[in-house]
């Protein structure tokens, strides 16, 4: 006996990989619904080899359903969430909504699955953002045998974070590039994505920083230790898909750079590609539709006591969305809603 999922936003760049990835990983699933704004309704999606027609959300019945894998913007978030948990129905929320919610877990499998059971409170568990979900699983088993004092992170992004409007922009502003009078002016990015970087991701806060970068130093502390100083510059790179990250790390006691790889090594759901020679690194590309978190140029920071520095790359729509949240289902009905 399976399970009845949902897949609230199945016809978005997040939301086709939930299915995708439910498919491939053979989730039980006894009955699946693909549920999409009025806009999108009669888009057909796939669910391993079956072709999936969406359905309302606006009218959808989530009564009797068991899990929904929620992949839509905060606003619509906010009105259809409720209404999902109400019905008895666990919503696992890719969504910044609920993450800084107390009464909502922020999960991330490798690092703190036990959090799940939190569920129950509100019927809601969130997933966290992209950025913070591939570093944390690469710091936790670091954290845990030196404890973390201080990261300084910098991130290089790649715009399907943004969505498909964003993939396209940074495909026809190449293209325009090249071809005398299609040029593409900015309208996802505030300024020209092709051919350079843009230090903003989401919206300026008063501080100075980001939303995304605040988002990193929050979750990174509700889902590993209150007690770790994060800092981070978050940039958007002209890349389609999987984010790297520069991540700089000052530790309590001293971690030997070939210690930290062996721990590395065993980690849950990381990958180390760390050879020290051209190429013996992991770059975005490569990492694209694959699972796991990869970790490179790991070396000594000689300008503190007991630094670190690692290059952590991962497919964002994958571990950074859609995978976190199918790992969420997994744990859940591992250790809650047993079937069968
Ligand atoms: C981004 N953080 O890459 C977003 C996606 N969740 O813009």
Not at 82 to 105: E, F, H, M, Q, T
């Amino acid at each position: 006996m399976g399970y009845k999922v949902a897949v609230v936003g199945a016809t978005g760049n997040v939301g086709r990989e939930m299915l995708n990835i439910l498919a491939e990983r053979q989730f039980p699933v006894d009955e699946i619904a693909a549920l999409a704004s009025r806009r999108s309704l009669g888009t057909e999606v796939s669910f391993g080899d079956r072709t999936l027609k969406t359905q309302d959300l606006d009218t959808f019945d989530f009564t009797g359903w068991d899990i929904a894998l929620f992949a839509i913007g905060s606003d619509a978030t906010k009105e259809y969430a409720p209404k999902a948990a109400k019905a008895g129905c666990v919503v696992i929320d890719n969504s910044s909504l609920y993450r800084y919610d107390p009464d909502v877990p922020l999960v991330v499998p490798e690092v703190n699955a036990d959090a799940v059971m939190g569920y129950s409170r509100k019927n809601i568990i969130a997933n966290p953002n992209c950025s913070t979900a591939q570093m944390v699983v690469a710091l936790k088993p670091l954290h845990d045998r030196a404890r973390i004092k201080r990261v300084v992170v910098s991130t290089y992004q790649s715009v399907s974070g943004s969505g498909k409007e964003a993939m396209d922009e940074l495909w026809n502003q190449t293209k325009g590039i090249f071809v005398p009078g299609q040029e593409v002016a900015p309208s996802v990015y505030p300024k020209q994505i092709a051919f350079n970087v843009i230090p903003q991701i989401d919206v300026f806060l008063d501080s100075g920083e980001t939303k995304e970068e605040w988002k990193m130093v929050a979750e990174t502390k509700k889902i590993m230790d209150p007690a770790i100083k994060v800092t981070a510059t978050c940039v958007r790179v002209p890349v389609f898909v999987g984010h790297s990250e520069a991540v700089n790390i000052e530790f309590e006691d001293f971690l030997d750079e070939d210690e930290a790889r062996d721990i590395l090594r065993e980690a849950p759901g990381v990958m180390v590609i760390d050879k020290r020679e051209p190429g013996g690194y992991v770059t975005p590309i490569e990492c694209v539709g694959d699972y796991a978190t990869f970790v490179s140029r790991i070396r000594q920071d000689s300008t503190i006591e007991n630094g670190l520095n690692l290059w952590v790359v991962s497919d964002n729509l994958r571990k950074g969305a859609a995978l976190n949240a199918v790992q969420i289902a997994e744990v859940l009905g591992q250790r809650a809603l047993k079937k069968g």
